[in-house]
């Protein structure tokens, strides 16, 4: 499982400040911490609603970068703010995320190639979030057919179902995880979540992650963007791993043990 560090996003007030006063000791605390709990990727979204979103992300992206040699994952779906971060990033990034709307998949996708990066991709068409299952698919088939007509490594694309609040639509989360399901069985895709999108609006959002987690991880999630200082997460993350057979003897689970980092 590919853990993106979910904790540098402007959607938080306590980052959205930091970026504007341009308090560059915040941030760089988030990612070594993320950095440290095991984060394989720490995502980047400077995107405040105040405008010189390019700059933030150029700021941002270099000021982290000193602290962690941990690739970054470039959160914007506008394309000057990525160009800003991928040329301040150098090669090997995430961008995330690139959606199916008319014109945008083979201009981001020759952008990615040249920069060396791995792709999230949206199933979002200009009709804007499909609500079921099937469209979902159907759009994620398009765009898989588009990134094979441009020669992009399909083991490159991460293909997002959107997870969305489940305190807004109670079918939410039943639509992610078929959606999920088809990718896999359908398409053989590689799969990632906003996992703490799930629990917006509801209490005890920690227990609605991990669990959530677990049941996305049996329908064949490979990575997810989350909070990785959340232990009770990690916890789900290594006991569900454990068993779904992908921890050769218990290794993984027993070694987080004996680190103090399994909880219950
Ligand atoms: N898919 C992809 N990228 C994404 C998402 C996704 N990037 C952004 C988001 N969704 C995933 N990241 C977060 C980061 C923080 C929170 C949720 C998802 C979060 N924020 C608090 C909240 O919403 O209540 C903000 C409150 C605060 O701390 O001030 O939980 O789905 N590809």
Known sequence: MLVIGELINAARQSVKKAVINQDALLLQELARKQDEAGAHYIDINVATGEGREADSMDWAVKLVR??????????????????????AHGPGAMVNSVNAEEGRLEPFLKLAAEHECLVIVLPVSDAGIPKDTDTRLKIGGEILKVAQKESFPPENLYFDPLALPLAVDNES??????????????????????????????????????????????EGLDSAIMDPLDDTVISSLLTTKAFMGRDPYCGKYLRAYRNGRLIT
């Open 66 to 87: 000193e602290v962690t040699q941990k690739p970054l994952c470039i959160d914007t779906t506008n394309e000057k703010v990525l160009k800003a971060g991928l040329k």
């Open 173 to 218: 989360g039943k639509v992610t995880l078929q959606t999920l399901r088809l990718f896999k069985k359908e398409l053989g895709v590689k799969t990632t979540i906003g996992l703490s999108n799930i629990s917006h609006g509801l209490p005890q959002r920690k227990l609605l992650n991990r669990t959530f987690l677990a049941l996305a991880m049996w």
